[in-house]
T-cell receptor, first 113, second 113 residues
Framework: NAGVTQTPKFQVLKTGQSMTLQCAQD?????MYWYRQDPGMGLRLIYY???????DKGEVPNGYNVSRLNKREFSLRLESAAPSQTSVYFC????????????FGPGTRLTVL | DAKTTQPPSMDCAEGRAANLPCNHS???????VYWYRQIHSQGPQYIIH???NNETNEMASLIITEDRKSSTLILPHATLRDTAVYYC??????????????FGTGTRLLVSP
């Protein structure tokens, strides 16, 4: 099992460019999450998907959109990147009712110039 | 969700026990205490969780006070690889809903030779 995988690992964008961060999990989890982590800070929830077909806003959703493509995949899109979106992005998954411990991917380091 | 308070940093000598405290004085009856850690540049990793009884697994022990207002994560024989930021999170568990985790800034544990 690969667990939670994220692509790309690193990305540099110019202000105004768009991109999609990909996340996939092979643990058959129903819930998936996107977090961002700024230097010296804890993680903040951007969007989550409690189950396939549903998505909801977290603490800091502005400037982002998400798609729960299927049970395995949950993508995060930046339509018009801004320097304030420079951060490390983590995807996670969990299974409600099975302890619900979240499993995290390795992260995507995004720099917006 | 109940808020948690942790010291910003702690030091520990390799081979000694690391005792990481967490205060959660506003915890409610159905809320669990979760611990995660984040090794530099990696995604957070689940360590342990508990409700009111002490818990132990292969990674650590969790001691929760009788009034549940504080807890201590114990790494019995700290190694250099345990150097990380440790997050204490209080969250309701169970049911069919998703589980949002609210990460604070955690405790930065430095294990030295």
């Amino acid at each position: 099992n690969a667990g939670v995988t994220q692509t790309p690992k690193f990305q540099v964008l110019k202000t105004g460019q768009s991109m999609t961060l990909q996340c996939a999990q092979d643990m058959n989890h129903n819930s998936m999450y996107w977090y961002r982590q700024d230097p010296g800070m804890g993680l903040r929830l951007i969007y989550y998907s409690a189950s396939e077909g549903t998505t909801d806003k977290g603490e800091v959703p502005n400037g982002y959109n998400v798609s729960r493509l299927n049970k395995r995949e949950f993508s995060l899109r930046l339509e018009s990147a801004a320097p304030s979106q420079t951060s490390v992005y983590f995807c996670a998954s969990s299974e409600p009712g099975q302890g619900n411990e979240q499993f995290f991917g390795p992260g995507t380091r995004l720099t917006v110039l | 969700d109940a808020k948690t308070t942790q010291p910003p940093s702690m030091d520990c000598a390799e081979g000694r026990a690391a005792n990481l405290p967490c205060n959660h004085s506003t915890i409610s009856g159905n809320e669990y205490v979760y611990w995660y850690r984040q090794i530099h540049s990696q995604g957070p990793q689940y360590i342990i969780h508990g409700l009111k009884n002490n818990e132990t697994n292969e990674m650590a022990s969790l001691i929760i006070t009788e009034d549940r207002k504080s807890s201590t994560l114990i790494l019995p024989h700290a190694t250099l690889r345990d150097t990380a930021v440790y997050y204490c999170i209080v969250r309701a568990r169970g049911g069919t809903g998703f589980q949002k985790l609210v990460f604070g800034t955690g405790t930065r544990l430095l294990v030295s030779p």
